[in-house]
Structures are given as structure tokens and as C-alpha cells.
């Protein structure tokens, strides 16, 4: 039997609580495979809880008390690729214990990735990828529309996992501390998250 996973869906107030059909598709497509591969599926929403932070601390703190080995977050205006479990599979074979799917967001520089690396000339700022190296990467900072985290680099980190600090937002902070834990972040360039506004900007970061 492959380690469990608990897949959360997190309904934020950007979109009103409404979760995309194409996301439930996906998530519905996961238990599937988790069947296939004899790995063990529990699915889980997270809504009602704002801000964002505190939601994302109330999922990872609801998560430790139950067995699951890998807690995969996704927020609720993102679709992500076919069969993402078995990035999972992936990770878990080279000890990888952090990734995301990178995911097109709105920076203040145009469309870019919600995946970054520090800033060589200044700790405050990080630069978000434009394009996607193939396969496996490693960064400094995920996002976390979709954000992948196995139980271990949890309980290392051990609280505050999600807390803001007044130079990064809840994701980014996360990464700092997973970093300072000791742990890797990586992200597979051949996957990718779509993310739902008024269009798709997937679809406008490739044209």
C-alpha cells in the first residue's frame, strides 16, 4: 500500500465560495487514481475561514490529527493537470518532500508563475519564473494554489506554518520556514495549473 494522501480543497472569498467544475473533476479523477495505484484518497473542503492564512493553518492542524502521509492543498479557482497524482508518485520515489504545480498568476510585471527564487541583490523581493524549465526544478518559493506537502516537513516546522510576515505573504512565508527546516522546494516544469478569472489565464500566458 502507497503512503495516504488528503487532498483539501480550499473555498476561498476570491471567487464567493464557489468551487470550479473542472477542479471537482479533477479531484473526483484522484480518488480513481488513488484506487489504481493502491494509495489511499481522502478529499476534504476547507471554507468559512478567512483570512486565507488561517484557513491554511486550520487544514494542516486538522490534517496532523489524522494518518495521512502527504497533504495536498488546492485552492478552489484552479484546475489542475490530468492525473496529478502521480507527481506524487514521483516526488515520493526521489524523496522529494515539498512541490506545487506552477500556476499563472498576475504579478506586477504581467502574467508570470507563482514560483520564485530569491533576489540576488535584495532579501525582500524574489523573481517569479516567465517560462517553465522542463522536469524537475528547484526554487525558493511556491505558491499555494496547488501545493504539495509531505506530513514530515509539518511536524519539522511544527507551528506558524502559514502566518504572514510583513515582507511575504502566507505561501511564500511557508516556503522560508520549510527551507529553514531543511527541506528542498520543487516544482515539474511540465506540469501546470490552470487558474480561473474572467479568463483563463493559462490560456494567456501561453499566447
Not at 476561498?12 to 484506487?35: C, F, H, T
Not at 492564512?53 to 488546492?74: C, T, Y
Not at 501545493?147 to 516546522?157: G, K, N, P, T
Request: glycine share 6%; aromatic share 10%.
Amino acid at each position: 500500500m502507497n503512503s495516504s494522501v488528503a487532498v483539501i480543497v480550499l473555498c476561498g472569498r476570491e471567487r464567493d465560495q464557489w468551487i470550479n467544475p473542472a477542479l471537482m473533476k479533477r479531484v473526483v479523477e484522484s480518488l480513481y487514481d488513488g484506487l489504481q495505484a493502491r494509495r489511499p484518497i481522502s478529499i476534504d473542503l476547507q471554507y468559512g475561514t478567512s483570512p486565507v492564512e488561517m484557513a491554511r493553518n486550520l487544514v494542516v492542524k486538522n490534517f496532523l490529527q489524522n494518518p495521512s502521509n502527504w497533504l495536498i492543498q488546492i485552492d478552489n479557482d484552479v484546475v489542475p493537470p490530468e492525473h496529478f497524482l502521480k507527481l506524487v508518485d514521483a516526488a515520493e520515489a526521489e524523496g522529494k518532500r515539498v512541490f506545487g504545480i506552477p500556476t499563472p498568476t498576475i504579478s506586477n510585471h504581467g502574467l508570470a508563475w507563482n514560483i520564485g527564487l530569491k533576489h540576488q541583490d535584495d532579501e525582500l523581493r524574489c523573481n517569479l519564473f516567465n517560462s517553465l524549465p522542463p522536469g524537475w526544478n528547484r526554487c525558493d518559493y511556491l505558491g499555494g494554489a496547488f501545493l504539495a506537502v509531505h506530513r514530515c516537513v509539518l511536524e519539522a516546522i511544527k507551528g506558524d506554518w502559514f502566518n504572514r510576515t510583513p515582507t511575504k505573504s502566507e505561501d511564500f512565508a511557508f516556503s522560508e520556514r520549510a527551507r529553514k527546516a531543511g527541506f528542498s522546494l520543487w516544482f515539474h516544469g511540465d506540469s501546470q495549473c490552470d487558474h480561473i478569472h474572467s479568463a483563463s489565464l493559462l490560456e494567456m500566458l501561453k499566447k
